[in-house]
């Protein structure tokens, strides 16, 4: 009981960073993302992974395992897991988002393409990254679909819209 104790006091710290992050602790990774694991006292286990586009990586003393759909916090416990007892005693692991997946933008702006994402991102921010909007570009006419939908589910976008990950907004031509 001792030890399982311990190791909660040990683990709460690491979760609880996690979860304070936006878009850490309940973010599901995607091809693109590139996390970084740390495990504290182990340096040669520490390190970042780029996710490909299978989803699966391989991770020394871990083995292959897939990230791709999983959150962060279902990654650090996995590989909590695949390290306790064969390899370490109480590994402390730490799992975070180093880089996120690009978002992408085209249609009537100045630099339309891919841009890595941040958190707290809303059209208004991608349009001012994308270089601002062109002589003709339509005010109102501006949808967003998400990552994995298709055209027949976008969805009208203002300004205040939030921009996930993998999402794609597209800005229209006014014709008045």
Do not use: H
Not at 21 to 50: C, H, K, N
Not at 107 to 135: C, D, F, H, Q, S
Not at 148 to 164: H, L
């Amino acid at each position: 009981m001792f030890r399982f104790v311990s190791l909660l006091v040990l683990l709460l710290p690491l979760m609880a960073t996690a979860q304070d992050q936006p878009g850490q602790g309940d973010y599901r990774l995607a091809a693109g993302d590139t996390v970084q694991v740390r495990v504290y006292g182990e340096d040669d286990l520490s390190l970042q992974l780029d996710i490909p586009g299978n989803g699966v990586v391989d991770y020394a003393f871990v083995g292959e395992f897939e990230l791709a759909g999983k959150t962060v916090r279902a990654v650090q416990e996995e590989i909590y897991q695949r390290l306790l007892g064969d390899y370490l005693v109480e590994p402390r692991v730490s799992v975070s988002v180093a880089k996120y997946r690009n978002f992408y933008v085209y249609g009537e702006v100045n630099r339309p393409g891919g841009y890595a994402w941040e958190p707290g991102l809303t059209v208004r921010k991608v349009i001012t990254l994308a270089g601002g909007l062109k002589e003709r570009a339509s005010g109102s006419k501006w949808y967003l679909v998400r990552e994995g939908g298709s055209e027949s589910d976008r969805v009208k976008a203002d300004e205040d819209t939030p921009v996930s990950p993998g999402d794609t907004l597209t800005i229209e031509q006014s014709f008045f």
